[in-house]
C-alpha cells in the first residue's frame, strides 16, 4: 500500500513533455553509525562534498566530511573525534576546505576549533583557543583566499577573530556594540558583517554591522519590527553585490510568526522589508538569491519569491522545507521531509523543483526498501549541469541509528526537433586527445573535402576516430542521423552505406550494425552535459559486446569515446572549429620522450622532472608549456608539448639533489640547451646532466638576484638557477624565489664558483670566498639578453646577415639573419676598437629566419660593429660576416 501511494505521489507532482525528464541516478549513505549531514557544496570538476556530525556508542560528537565524484565514487569520508559543534565552513579558490565550530571540555571551558582539509581531504592543519567562562562561538565565514573569521561571544562582549590560510591568528575586531551576535558573513572584497540582536523592554531589534577588511567600521544599522519579537534562532544574513539581505522569524502576539527579510544597500540604507504570512507559525528555514537578484524564502509552511525592489511575486504551499538553490536559468530546488502516518509518524527525503514562476516541475523522494525507514532532507545544491544533489540522513526502522545520506538526481532536456549532433562541413575541426596504456597522444579530425555518391553528398573526415568505420560520412538532414558510404558492403539502409548511429533514438533503443546482422548498438543515456560553458544535450552509444561507448554532443559532434579492447583506448575531445566558431582548445599538441642520464657515467637519473620552458620576450615571464615525471630508470614523456619553439630541462626538487638542472643536450646554460620546436612526436631527447658530489659543512651563503635595467629600478629576479662549485666539482644548487633570493646552506669552507643562469637573461660567474665566515648579502645583477623571433613561414636555402634596421639608431636596432639548417651560432657587437662589448646570442638554433632586437642605451653615440658567426651542425661548414651599425644619441 505505502509503495502504491508513493507512486501516485511522484507521478502528480512530475509534469509533462515540454520540460526535462528526471530520474534518480544514485544514492550514496555513509557507513558510520550515527552520522548525518547538514550542508553540501560543489567543487569546479562537480565533486560533491557534504559536512556532518556522527556520535559513538558513548555519544560522543564526531565532525564528518565526506566527498563523492560526479559519477558517485567515494573520494574520502573523514571522520573527526574532537565533540565539535559545527558552526560552518567554506572554500577558498583552489578547493581547500576550512571548517570551524566549537566544543566544551570536561572543565566547563569552550574552545573555538578551526579545521583546513585540501580538496583531496587531507588535513593540512587545525587550531583551537579557548572562550572565557561559559562564552561561545556564534558564527564562522571565510573569504576566496582562505582567511578564516570567528565570532565570538565572551565576558558580554562580541570579538570577530581572523586567521590567515595558514591557520595563524592574524587579528581581532573588537565589537563596540552590546548585543547578542548570531551571525557573521563575508563578502568577495572582504568586508566583514555581522547581525545579531539587542533586547528592549518589551521586544528586541535586528543590529547589523559592517566592517572593512581592515576591521574598520563602515556602518551599523538597527530594526525594530515592533510590535513583533524577531526569533533568536531564524537569523541569517547574506551578501550580494554589494547589497546585505537578513532572513528572520517575527512573532506577533495574536498572530503567531512570519517570514521577515530584509535588504540594506551597500551604505547601510535600509531598501525594504518584506513579509510572508500562510498560517499561523511561519518559521523560514534558508533564502537563496538568483541571477536577477530576485529572493527565495523557504521554511516550514512554503515557499516564497520576492523581487528586486521586495515584492512578493509568486508563493509555494510546499510544507517543511530546508534548504534552496537555484541554477542559471532562474529555476529554484528545495529538499527537506514528507510526513505520513501508517499507525506512527515516519518521514521521506523529499526534493522539489519549481521554476521560474512558481510553478511546480517535479517532485521526488528517496525511500528506504523498508517502508518504514525514516529519511530527512537537509541541504540542496545544483551543478552547471542542471544535476541536482540532495543530502541529509536516514534512519533504519528499529531507530537504533542513523546515516548520511546523499541523493544525485540528473535532468535530461531531450531535443527531437533539431539533431545536428555531427556538424560536418569541409574545414571543421576536432582535436582529441588519446590515452592508452597510461599514454595519451594528440589527434586532429578536420573535414577536408566531399563527393556526390549515389546521388547523396559526403564528406571526408581525417583520423575519424571510431574504428573500423569509413572516413566518407554524411549527416541526414531529417533525422539527423549519421551514415557512413562504403561500397564494398551492403544493408538494408541502402546499397551503399550504412548507419553510424541512430541520433533520433530515445534512450534505451537499439539500432543495428550493418557489417553482421547480430551487430547492434543500444542508446543508453540522452541528456546535457556542459561543454566550454555551453549547456549541450547529448546522446550516448554502447555496442552490443560492451566494449565501445561514444558520445555525441549537440553541433560539436563526437566529444568522448572509451574503446575496451585488448589496449583499452579513451578518445577526449579537447576543442573544435564548427562552421567558424572556436570551442574549447583547438592546439594541436606532440609528445617528446627520452631518458635523463648523468654526464660523467651515462648512467640513468632515478628522480625528478622534465619541463619544456619557454621565455616569453614581450613580458619577460617563463612559461611552462608540460612537465613530466622522470621515472626510476631515468625516462620522461612530455605530452602536451605545442608547435613552438621550446627548452627542455631536467631538474630534482626533493632533497636528494644528485644533479643540478641540466638542458638538453649536455648544459647548464640556457643559451647553449638545443631549442626544440615540436612539428611531430619526437623521441631520443636525451639530457645528460651533472653529478653533485656533495660535502657537509657549517658555512652558508644567501642573497637575491636582480634584473640590471637601463634605468634606476633593478626588480629581483624570479626562477635563477644557482650552480655552486668548487674547481671542475658541483657542490648544491639553489633556485630563487619569488623575491629573487636564494640560500645556499651547511658547504664546507672554500672558495666556491657560482654561476647563475636564468632564460631571457646573460649568464654570470663569481668567485665567492668562504674560508673566512658564511655570508648573508651576495647578491648578483643579470643583463636582460635580446629578444628574439622566429619566422616559420619558410625555410632559407642560404646563410645571410641583413643590414640592421633602424640604423642609425637610438637606442633600439633589430638584427636579421637566415639560417638554411640548423646550427651553433654566435652574434656580437663589438665597438670601434674591436673591443667585445655585448654577446646577443650564442647558442644552437635551427633553420629559420631571425630577428633580434637590441638595446644600447647603456652605450655611447659611436660607430659599432656586428659579427654573425654560424656553424652547420649537419655538414659543420661555416659562415661569418660582419657589418657597421651607427649609434647617433
Known amino acids: 500500500m505505502k509503495i502504491f501511494l508513493l507512486s501516485i505521489l511522484v507521478l502528480l507532482f512530475i509534469t509533462s513533455t515540454a520540460y526535462p525528464q528526471v530520474k534518480q541516478q544514485w544514492v550514496q549513505t555513509t557507513p558510520s553509525p550515527g552520522s548525518g549531514f547538514k550542508d553540501i557544496q560543489l567543487d569546479a570538476a562537480g565533486n560533491v562534498y557534504m559536512l556532518g556530525s556522527s556520535s559513538d556508542s558513548s555519544f560522543t560528537s564526531w565532525t564528518q566530511l565526506a566527498s563523492y565524484t560526479p559519477s558517485g565514487e567515494q573520494r574520502f569520508c573523514i571522520l573527526n573525534n574532537t565533540g565539535m559543534n559545527i558552526s560552518d565552513w567554506f572554500f577558498d579558490t583552489p578547493g581547500n576546505i576550512y571548517i570551524g565550530g566549537y566544543y566544551t571540555a570536561n572543565s566547563g571551558t569552550c574552545y573555538t576549533h578551526l579545521f583546513k582539509y585540501n580538496s583531496s581531504g587531507e588535513l593540512q592543519w587545525e587550531t583551537s583557543d579557548s572562550i572565557y567562562n561559559k562564552g561561545m562561538l556564534k558564527g564562522f565565514a571565510g573569504d576566496l583566499w582562505g582567511n578564516s573569521y570567528l565570532l565570538k561571544y565572551e565576558r558580554g562582549k562580541n570579538t570577530i577573530l581572523m586567521y590567515n590560510p595558514n591557520g595563524i591568528y592574524v587579528r581581532s575586531i573588537y565589537v563596540d556594540e552590546t548585543f547578542s551576535t548570531n551571525t557573521i558573513a563575508v563578502d568577495s572584497l572582504r568586508n566583514i558583517y555581522i547581525s545579531g540582536l539587542r533586547y528592549n523592554e518589551q521586544t528586541n531589534s535586528c543590529i547589523t554591522i559592517k566592517y572593512d577588511s581592515h576591521g574598520i567600521r563602515q556602518w551599523l544599522a538597527e530594526y525594530n519590527p515592533e510590535p513583533g519579537v524577531i526569533n533568536t534562532n531564524k537569523l541569517d544574513v547574506k551578501v550580494n553585490s554589494g547589497n546585505v539581505y537578513i532572513m528572520m522569524a517575527v512573532t506577533y502576539k495574536f498572530t503567531g510568526s512570519d517570514y521577515l527579510l530584509l535588504k540594506y544597500d551597500r551604505d547601510g540604507m535600509i531598501q525594504w522589508t518584506s513579509q510572508y504570512n500562510r498560517s499561523d507559525n511561519d518559521e523560514p528555514s534558508d533564502f537563496v538569491i538568483d541571477s536577477k537578484s530576485n529572493v527565495i524564502v523557504t521554511g516550514n509552511n512554503g515557499t516564497v519569491k520576492f523581487n528586486r525592489k521586495g515584492l512578493n511575486v509568486w508563493s509555494d504551499s510546499t510544507k517543511d522545507m530546508v534548504s534552496a538553490a537555484s541554477d542559471k536559468l532562474n529555476n529554484i530546488y528545495l529538499t527537506g521531509t514528507y510526513y505520513y502516518t501508517f499507525g506512527a509518524t515516519y518521514a521521506d527525503m523529499v526534493t522539489v523543483k519549481l521554476n521560474a514562476d512558481g510553478n511546480k516541475m517535479w517532485s ?6 523498508d517502508p518504514y525507514s525514516y529519511e530527512e532532507g537537509k541541504a540542496i545544491t545544483v551543478d552547471t549541469s542542471f544535476n541536482v544533489y540532495a543530502c541529509g540522513y536516514k534512519i533504519n526502522p528499529a531507530f537504533s541509528y542513523s546515516s548520511g545520506a546523499i541523493v544525485k538526481y540528473t535532468q535530461h532536456y531531450i531535443d527531437t526537433t533539431s539533431l545536428r549532433f555531427m556538424p560536418i562541413s569541409i574545414g ?118 560492451q566494449n565501445k561507448i561514444w558520445c555525441y554532443a549537440k553541433d560539436m559532434g563526437i566529444y568522448s569515446i572509451y574503446n575496451n579492447d585488448v589496449n583499452p583506448t579513451t578518445y577526449t575531445l579537447k576543442g573544435c572549429l564548427v562552421n567558424g566558431k572556436v570551442y574549447g582548445d583547438t592546439t594541436m599538441r606532440y609528445s617528446i620522450t627520452g631518458t635523463v642520464r648523468f654526464k660523467d657515467s651515462r648512467e640513468p637519473v632515478t628522480s625528478g622532472k622534465v619541463k619544456a620552458l619557454k621565455y616569453i620576450y614581450s613580458t619577460g615571464k617563463i612559461a611552462v608549456i608540460d612537465s613530466a615525471v622522470i621515472t626510476a630508470t631515468g625516462i620522461f614523456r612530455l605530452e602536451n608539448v605545442t608547435v613552438d619553439s621550446s627548452d627542455i630541462m631536467a631538474y630534482q626538487d626533493d632533497e636528494e639533489l644528485d644533479y643540478p638542472p641540466g638542458f638538453h643536450d649536455s648544459t647548464i646554460y640556457w643559451q647553449s640547451s638545443a631549442t626544440l620546436v615540436a612539428g611531430a612526436n619526437t623521441h631520443n631527447i636525451d639530457i645528460y646532466v651533472e653529478r653533485i658530489i656533495r660535502e657537509t659543512g657549517t658555512y652558508h651563503i644567501s642573497g637575491h638576484v636582480f634584473a640590471l635595467n637601463s634605468g634606476f629600478s633593478s626588480p629581483p629576479l624570479e626562477n635563477c638557477r644557482i650552480y655552486v662549485k668548487s674547481e671542475s666539482l658541483y657542490r648544491s644548487f639553489n633556485i630563487t624565489d619569488v623575491n629573487g633570493g636564494y640560500s645556499i646552506d651547511s658547504i664546507p669552507k672554500g672558495v666556491y664558483t657560482f654561476i647563475i643562469d636564468r632564460l631571457g637573461y646573460y649568464p654570470q660567474e663569481r668567485q665567492v670566498d668562504l674560508t673566512g665566515y658564511s655570508k648573508d648579502t651576495v647578491d648578483f645583477y643579470l643583463l636582460k639578453f635580446a629578444g628574439i623571433e622566429r619566422d616559420f613561414s619558410s625555410i632559407p636555402t642560404k646563410y645571410t646577415l641583413i643590414q640592421n634596421y633602424p640604423n642609425p639608431f637610438n637606442p633600439s636596432t633589430t638584427f636579421v639573419f637566415d639560417l638554411p639548417s640548423s646550427s651553433d651560432v654566435s652574434l656580437t657587437i663589438y665597438d670601434i676598437t674591436g673591443r667585445e662589448v655585448s654577446r646577443l646570442m650564442d647558442k644552437k638554433l635551427n633553420a629559420g629566419r631571425y630577428k633580434i632586437s637590441w638595446d644600447a642605451s647603456e652605450l655611447a653615440s659611436g660607430i659599432y660593429f656586428y659579427r654573425l658567426e654560424a656553424r652547420s651542425a649537419n655538414s659543420g661548414s661555416g659562415y661569418i660576416e660582419t657589418k657597421k651599425l651607427v649609434l647617433m644619441k
Open 428 to 545: 571543421n575541426t576536432w582535436m582529441y586527445k588519446v590515452t592508452s596504456n597510461n599514454i595519451s597522444n594528440y589527434i586532429r579530425s578536420v573535414v577536408t573535402k566531399d563527393t556526390i555518391a549515389e546521388g547523396k553528398r559526403y564528406y571526408y573526415i581525417t583520423n575519424f576516430p571510431i574504428s573500423g568505420y569509413s572516413n566518407w560520412l554524411r549527416t541526414d538532414t531529417v533525422t539527423g542521423n549519421l551514415f557512413a558510404y562504403i561500397p564494398q558492403y551492403s544493408c538494408s539502409y541502402s546499397a551503399h552505406e550504412r548507419i553510424v548511429d541512430s541520433l533520433s533514438a530515445k534512450e534505451s533503443d537499439t539500432l543495428r550494425d550493418c557489417i553482421s546482422t547480430t551487430e547492434f548498438k543500444t542508446c543508453i543515456d540522452t541528456g546535457l552535459t556542459s561543454l566550454w560553458s555551453r549547456v549541450t544535450s547529448f546522446k550516448q552509444f554502447q555496442n552490443n559486446t
Open 364 to 369: 521526488l523522494f528517496y525511500k528506504e526498501a
